[in-house]
């Protein structure tokens, strides 16, 4: 059975950076998984990860994601587009996400990835709260990698 991690990224401190973990806050609120899918609040961890990515298949990453959008925009990205993602940049994270999967390739793992984010409003400024446009849309986007998993045959109940 295909492992599947599920990381949800950025800083809380930051007002939309922490788009990635508020949505795996909601995805641990309205949904359980089987028990080859693992949720896990990756912050800003960066390198740090690399266990959990090579202990895994599959990766979807939740983060804000810079792609010119309307705050609240919600995107897949794939391949070269990873680096819209803010993990996947040189950002406030330690070290970006790509050096990490790099790493494990290195090693002899990398998994597939995948990011589903969204389009921040305000990163800058501190605050644990989401701006409202990417708060009214945390649903929108956890619902959207919901629905990929389930088109993968994922089993997930709703809670």
């Known amino acids: 059975m295909e492992k599947i991690l599920i990381l949800g ?10 788009i990635g973990v508020r949505a795996l806050e909601w995805l641990q609120e309205h949904a359980r998984f089987p028990e080859n899918v693992t949720l896990m609040d990756g912050g800003t961890l960066g390198v740090g990860l690399m266990d959990a990515l090579l202990g895994c298949d599959r990766v979807y990453v939740l983060d804000a994601v810079l ?6 925009s919600i995107y897949r ?4 587009n990873l680096r819209k ?4 940049r040189d950002s406030l994270h330690q070290t970006d996400l ?28 501190m605050g644990l709260d989401l701006s409202p446009a990417c708060l ?8 959207a ?7 993968q045959g994922v089993q997930i109940e709703r809670i």
């Open 9 to 18: 990224v950025g800083n809380i401190l930051f007002t939309d950076e922490g």
């Open 67 to 72: 792609g010119g959008k309307e705050p609240g």
């Open 77 to 80: 990205l794939v391949d070269e």
């Open 85 to 88: 993602s803010m993990s996947f």
């Open 98 to 125: 790509v050096d990490t999967l790099i790493s494990c390739e290195l090693v002899g793992h990398r998994p597939d990835g995948v990011v589903y984010g969204m389009e921040p409003g305000d990163y800058q400024t």
């Open 136 to 143: 009214d849309n945390i649903p929108k986007l956890a619902e």
């Open 145 to 151: 990698l919901l629905a990929e998993l389930a088109e």
